[in-house]
């Protein structure tokens, strides 16, 4: 739909998990929201997602990241729930904890030694529990008697990634927001005295603010303004089974059962440029894996699989920064769009509507970037 001329507070570039979550937050908080998105031939890390809450391993070199994931995950109920009240969609949130499971010792090791570490960074509050074989099979029915064992972490969680998108579009519908799909951002041009002035396809906008939520596209759109965003994609490949009788009742690294009683199962971080195709060698590596886990997918049909380009920066955490160029210009990038949308929906909007930059946010700016490479 066209814009032609309107004014809005706010114009958010993106309408994936990170857009939709900011904007929402927005919303709530009064402020005049566009949405623009380039639309569903653009690559979208929101749509090769795996659904997962998952606090275990973020943070273990890394203490405000590891603190931030945990925040959020905490607040994952009250978010689902209020996104129920108000749109009538269940996002399906579960929260049984979830598992690594580790096929011999030295993956074991790895993963014990990497959650010590974040332990140590984080504090006590970050609990997890070391299992051997035989309590993993009595903790999770199905898994192979042949592993090492696995590390569970009461904290994690698991939603539908779908129907979050849906609870946040129409709850943006709801509140007014405004639409402008199909159109990629051509020009961003900073106006002093009366903010933003974006042009996508016909249309043009005006906005005190602009928050840049377009994942890898993010790099190209601040490029134009002489702001780096060092962004890469890595890609991800996933399969979806047909529908079996539940059998995983908490979700795993790389296979969960979804609400409808599909598996899905993921299990790559390819560094292929943007290709988001999928491989013979990746997905079969991906099948023979989940299968040594859980035997009982042998003879499972895999009805569906893609790839997916997830949203890296240079050291693999959060972006969340306004350059000293342009007030009222934000960019918010990540690779855990899932995860972290109830602080995008609260914390972040807040300090994009006005408010004071987070303390928990300190360490992801785009000048850390620019310290390192001196």
């Not at 849906?166 to 106006?191: C, F, M, N, T």
């Not at 005295?193 to 016909?202: F, K, P, Q, T």
């Not at 049909?301 to 920066?313: K, T, Y």
Request: some cysteine.
């Amino acid at each position: 739909m066209s814009r032609h001329g309107e004014c809005f507070d706010v114009v958010v570039v993106g309408a994936g998990a990170v857009g939709l979550a900011v904007s929402h937050g927005l919303n709530q908080r009064g402020h005049t929201v566009c949405v623009v998105d380039e639309g569903d031939f653009s690559f979208k890390a929101s749509r090769g997602n795996f659904g997962l809450v998952w606090v275990q391993g973020k943070g273990a070199r890394n203490r405000a990241y590891g603190r931030w994931t945990m925040d959020a995950a905490e607040q994952w109920p009250s978010f689902a729930a209020s996104l129920l009240a108000l749109t009538g969609v269940d996002v399906g949130l579960s929260h049984p904890g979830g598992f690594t499971i580790c096929l011999d010792e030295q993956e074991l090791q790895a993963r014990v030694d990497l959650l010590g570490a974040m332990k140590a960074l984080v504090g006590d509050d970050f609990a997890y529990q070391v299992l051997n074989a035989v309590e993993t099979g009595e903790r999770l029915p199905g898994v192979s008697g042949n592993i090492a064992g696995s590390v569970f972490c009461p904290l994690d969680r698991h939603v539908n990634p779908l129907m979050l998108l849906r609870a946040l579009s129409k709850a943006h519908s709801q509140a007014g927001g405004g639409w402008l799909a199909g159109s990629a951002v051509d020009e961003i041009v900073s106006d002093a005295d009366n903010g933003y002035l974006i042009r996508a396809g016909a249309s043009s906008m005006r906005a005190r603010k602009v928050v840049l939520c377009a994942g890898l596209g993010n790099r190209g759109l601040a490029q134009r303004l002489g702001v780096d965003v060092p962004v890469r994609p890595v890609r991800g490949q996933i399969m979806i089974t047909e529908r079996i009788a539940p059998f995983l009742q908490c979700p795993t690294l790389h296979v969960r059962q979804t609400g409808d009683g599909t598996v899905q199962i993921g299990d790559s971080k390819e560094e292929v440029g943007f290709d988001d195709g999928t491989s013979i060698e990746q997905l079969s590596r991906i099948a023979k894996r989940a299968v040594r886990c859980f035997p009982a997918l042998r003879d499972v049909r895999v009805v569906r699989s893609w790839g997916a380009l997830r949203v890296m920066s240079q050291d693999g955490y959060p972006i969340y920064a306004e350059p000293e160029r342009y007030p009222g210009l934000y960019v918010v990038t990540c690779h855990s769009g899932i995860t972290l949308a109830p602080l995008h929906a609260s914390t972040v909007a807040q300090w994009i509507g006005g408010g004071e930059r987070p303390a928990g946010i300190s360490e992801f700016r785009l000048s850390r970037f620019q310290a390192a490479a001196h």
